[in-house]
């Protein structure tokens, strides 16, 4: 149970003075229960790219498999695999339009046919997951807050149910309270369901603290494909292509060079924390 | 799905055509569109494509770009076609069950297809070159004179440079969002057509919703500007004619002259 894509390139605008690649033989290959970060800068393709693996973009070349079966064949029912990779654009909050809370999450169970029942039980949870409090249920979306609504866009996906959670910059425009409390939220979600959870960003420090496999593109086209520890190693690569590794990586090699021995692949405060004093203690 | 409208679109490349004064494409498409009115025999015809093909050829446009705005008139076109075709008395030429094909109908049929499909192409040849900007600065200097009867020119032009320049805009939005509910699960093509109108709910009120929200951001950006339209606006870059205009005119006009001499009057 995976997804796979084989050799996919897609052009944008293809056949115009316009067309660009915006994606160039990417292989890839992501095991279910996998916490994905996709990062790279503004243009590199990460849109593009998690666009293929719901079938809203067809690969101008290339295939991509979801467990084990085509998704751009002939009868392939794109509709169920919507809902099985669930995808939260940017700034989802745009795409919320009905009366109340409660009904625009709704919506995705819906419309996959489900009874009234069971649409209602399942945007209930979703709402619980993301935190949302049953006073706001019942009222206007427009009403709630930058973060209340956006929260409220995800459950809209998450009432879905599906088994691979793709994020888009979920964190894009929010405050840094706010950046936390979703991506905490994302973090726990992921341990309760066990879903693979893609989370795109161009932000190494949003992402390192939780993803186990970094994925890194760069003018459509995937340069480093490891853990982040192994990828931040690479520092000086991603600084080239208008990256950086989290502060911490820093400050790490910077002691390394200094002659404290140090493992340089930390990622978070907590553990440089306990390297470096024990590192001190000797 | 959204890919196909070109109208209003713009083409980016540099040609001749892209480089004239937009005041010289405004006049030219409406003397062009005249001239197809004007002409009514087969020469006539033979010089208006033979114009529009040198003017497309001109504006390093590919030709495939044109036709993709056929699309949208398709059926309008077949529409104009059937009538016509049928519904024009005169000689009979085949008529079976209780329709009809008369020569006379015939002939207005492949008229009317052709003047529509030049009439499309020739203005799409005039946004594909000119940037909206342009377009409506050149329009805004041709109206000028209406102000002597205090037609507001410069808001009508300011106006419709921004309703031109939302229309990539929203068409980007449309598909953003109909991308997000396809993406929920909705279906936007299956269905009858009330269903496929109430399908359409969830993209047309987010879409509104954010409309309203960029021209609230608009107009406060103005605002901030110290924007205030009309009277003593200078411009940053003053629309001036240069040699290469004159000449344009001078072709255009000779081509009208052409299509009146060969289609109207000699035969």
Known sequence: MSIILDHVNYIYEEDTTMAYPALTDVNLVIPDGQFIGLIGHTGSGKSTLVQHLNGLLKPTSGAIYYNGADINDEGYDKKLLRSKVGLVFQYPEHQLFEVDVFSDVCFGPKNLGLDKKEIQLRAYAALKQVGIADEYFYQSPFDLSGGQKRRVAIAGVLAMKPEVLILDEPTAGLDPKGRDEILDQIAKLREETGMTVILVSHSMEDVAKYVDRLIVMNKSRVVFDDTPAAVFAHYEELEQIGLAAPQITYIMQALREKGLSVDTGITTVTEAKEAILKALRG | ?267
């Open chain 2, 1 to 267: 799905m959204l890919k196909d409208i070109t109208l209003g679109q713009y083409y980016q490349t540099d040609s001749v055509i892209h480089r004239l004064d937009p005041r010289v494409k405004l006049v030219s498409t409406v003397v062009f569109i005249i001239s197809l009115f004007i002409v009514d025999n087969f020469i006539g015809y033979l010089i208006a494509a033979a114009f529009l093909f040198a003017v497309i050829k001109l504006s390093k446009v590919p030709f495939s770009f044109m036709v993709r705005g056929m699309k949208s008139i398709l059926i309008l076109l077949l529409f104009a076609v059937v009538f016509n075709l049928f519904l024009t008395p005169g000689e009979v030429l085949v008529s079976f069950w209780k329709l009809k094909i008369t020569k006379e109908g015939l002939r207005l049929a492949v008229m009317m297809a052709v003047r529509l499909m030049f009439l499309i192409i020739g203005s799409s040849v005039m946004t594909l070159t000119t940037t909206p900007n342009h377009l409506t600065d050149g329009l805004e200097k041709l109206l000028n004179p209406l102000k002597v009867f205090k037609v507001p020119v410069h808001e009508i032009a300011m106006m419709m440079s921004i309703a031109l320049r939302f229309i990539p805009i929203l068409l980007e939005e449309t598909d953003k969002i109909m991308k997000a509910q396809i993406a929920r699960g909705a279906d936007f093509e299956s269905g009858n057509l009330f269903k496929k109108a109430k399908s359409l709910v969830p993209l047309l009120v987010p879409l509104f919703i954010s409309a309203f929200r960029r021209a609230n951001d608009l107009a406060t950006a103005m605002e901030a500007r110290c924007y205030r339209g009309g009277e003593h606006r200078t411009k940053m870059k003053p629309l001036v004619y240069a040699k290469r205009d004159f000449m344009a005119y001078a072709f255009v006009f000779g081509y009208l002259v052409l299509c009146i001499v060969f289609g109207k009057i000699l035969f």
